[in-house]
């Protein structure tokens, strides 16, 4: 059964959650340019991120099997470093802590979903348009003078 929590002050578990995420997005390796954040990541700026956003982790017994950060904005709740197990990909999980983004959201009385998705990931742009985003512009990291990703939105209802 997967249990959905918070994290807070008493979480540990911060080299599981760095393994986690590096695994889920390892797949871009090669495809993406530039290369993911991810690979930025450190287990201070990891627990920095969680104490400056809020982040949600998804647990089915002691495996950590998810994960998604979310950072308040002036009209919606930005979505980052969603992230599911390799080998849980596809059972919900992602679905279940974006139920999670969408219920902060309203919370916090703002009315979207924001993220930011690769360009070349096209099939993740079509599992967020099967989820309810839309695409709403496109962006070019620093450097770039092509398009490298795009925003999609989620209207809520």
């Known amino acids: 059964m997967i249990e959905i929590s918070r994290i807070d002050g008493q979480f540990r578990g911060w080299d599981e959650l760095l393994a986690l995420i590096l695994s889920s997005f390892a797949y871009m390796e090669g495809v993406i340019d530039p290369p993911s954040s991810a690979h930025r990541l450190t287990l201070a700026l990891l627990a920095q991120k969680a104490r400056d956003e809020m982040a949600f982790i998804a647990k089915d017994g002691r495996s950590l099997v998810g994960c998604i950060f979310l950072k308040l904005e002036l009209r919606c709740?930005?979505?980052?470093?969603?992230?599911?197990?390799?080998?849980?990909?596809?059972?919900?999980?992602?679905?279940?802590?974006?139920?999670?983004?969408?219920?902060?959201?309203?919370?916090?009385?703002?009315?979207?979903?924001?993220?930011?998705?690769?360009?070349?990931?096209?099939?993740?742009?079509?599992?967020?348009?099967?989820?309810?985003?839309?695409?709403?512009?496109?962006?070019?990291?620093?450097g770039y003078a092509r398009v490298t990703s795009i925003e999609m939105t989620k209207q809520l209802g």
């Open 77 to 142: 709740v930005y979505v980052g470093k969603l992230a599911v197990a390799p080998d849980r990909q596809g059972k919900g999980i992602g679905r279940r802590l974006l139920d999670v983004a969408e219920t902060v959201a309203r919370e916090h009385g703002v009315p979207a979903l924001r993220l930011e998705t690769r360009i070349e990931l096209a099939a993740n742009h079509a599992g967020f348009f099967r989820w309810g985003f839309l695409k709403t512009g496109e962006n070019s990291h620093p």
